[in-house]
């Protein structure tokens, strides 16, 4: 009776047969854990998500200012104008002064120094006015001072916090708050999810002009 034996050539194609099986599964498990809270549609996770976007924005601007010596904007699009942007999205643009009031700045070729793409905030998150937050505290959204911009030649204005060179916010000059919420949006209209106590679901940051670093505060 003839048996069967494993040469050792074998031997050695099926242990690395293991040893790259078990690798896949140790790479799927990785990305699995990290799928898990991006997908997850828990109002927390969105929350944290919207506040770390903000946050990056925030310092990206400022250490972009700093690094090339020209001002950069964090640019939040008008609720009336954004269009599928809503008053959900948020980028960067290189801006200069324009008589007292700051523009992006443009290339060579006469387009827009956008410096990075319209990131969403998810979960239906929204940047809010005062009034939608219901809070006493101006935001970012009630500043009447807004910039225009342009999403692939149509108009858009945006509200907006500038880096100067020097990686201080110069605009605007008051005091900056931003207010975000789960919301619903119909039309022009933005209505923020309400708390168990009837109030809206709001958060605030407070951003520190000298560094652009943020802080929670109470709406």
């Not at 969105?46 to 990056?56: T, Y």
């Not at 939608?132 to 001072?145: F, G, L, M, R, Y």
Request: glycine fraction near 6%; aromatic fraction near 4%; charged fraction near 15%.
């Amino acid at each position: 009776m003839q048996v069967n034996q494993f040469h050792p050539r074998d031997r050695h194609a099926f242990a690395v047969s293991l040893i790259e099986l078990l690798a896949v599964m140790a790479i799927m498990a990785v990305l699995l854990a990290v799928a898990v809270p991006v997908f997850s549609n828990s109002p927390t996770n969105a929350r944290q998500a919207s506040r770390e976007i903000i946050k990056a924005h925030l310092q990206q601007a400022r250490a972009h200012a700093i690094a090339t010596g020209t001002s950069v904007a964090v640019a939040i699009p008008v609720l009336a104008s954004g269009g599928n942007l809503g008053a959900r999205a948020v980028s960067l643009f290189e801006v200069e002064l324009a008589g007292s009031s700051y523009v992006p700045a443009k290339d060579t070729d006469g387009n827009q120094r956008l410096l990075q793409r319209w990131e969403i905030l998810p979960g239906n998150f929204h940047f809010l006015s005062s009034a939608q937050a219901s809070s006493a505290k101006p935001t970012i959204v009630d500043s009447a001072a807004t910039m225009p911009t342009n999403v692939k030649g149509k108009a858009l204005t945006c509200h907006r916090i500038v880096f100067a060179p020097n990686g201080q916010i110069v605009r605007p000059n008051t005091e900056i708050n931003i207010a975000t919420a789960q919301a619903v949006l119909r039309g022009d209209s933005l209505t923020p999810k309400q708390k168990n106590g009837g109030k809206p679901g709001a958060e605030m940051l407070q951003v520190n002009r000298l560094t652009g670093r943020t802080r929670l505060v109470e709406p």
